[in-house]
């Protein structure tokens, strides 16, 4: 089975940067779409970013435009989310997502479309 291990949280003041990273155990990576969600108590899970499987497209939800930077190393196996200019409402449980499926049309904001997940990674932004 696939298995997605994020990395990267941690507590952050407000303007702060962190980098997250989704290491990957699937032999085709470059193959698959992969998304980032985050979840908050109290709050369902949120589409944050997508990008596709060669990493010329990407896509994110507008809270996080001009913050936020998906980006992916194929030859890694290893999905990245840069955040930049930190703000207390980004504070959440970030998950990595991927997708077995062509994802077109804004499909990919929906999270029943992705396949497997990972444990998630931990950021708090507070001062």
């Known amino acids: 089975q696939v298995q997605l291990v994020e990395s990267g949280g941690g507590l952050v003041q407000p303007g702060d940067s962190l980098r997250l990273s989704c290491v990957c155990s699937?032999?085709?990576?470059?193959?698959?779409?992969m998304g980032w969600f985050r979840q908050s108590p109290g709050k369902e899970r949120q589409f944050v970013g997508y990008?596709?499987?060669?990493?010329?497209?990407?896509d994110y939800a507008d809270s996080v435009k001009g913050r936020f930077t998906i980006s992916r190393d194929n030859a890694k196996n290893t999905l990245h989310l840069q955040m930049n200019n930190l703000k207390p409402e980004d504070t959440a449980t970030y998950y990595c997502a991927l997708t077995l499926r062509v994802l077109l049309g804004g499909a990919y904001f929906t999270e029943k479309n992705y396949n497997y997940w990972g444990q998630g990674t931990q950021v708090t932004v507070s001062s």
């Open positions: 990008i596709r499987q060669s990493g010329a497209y990407t």
């Open positions: 699937a032999r085709t990576f470059g193959a698959y779409g």
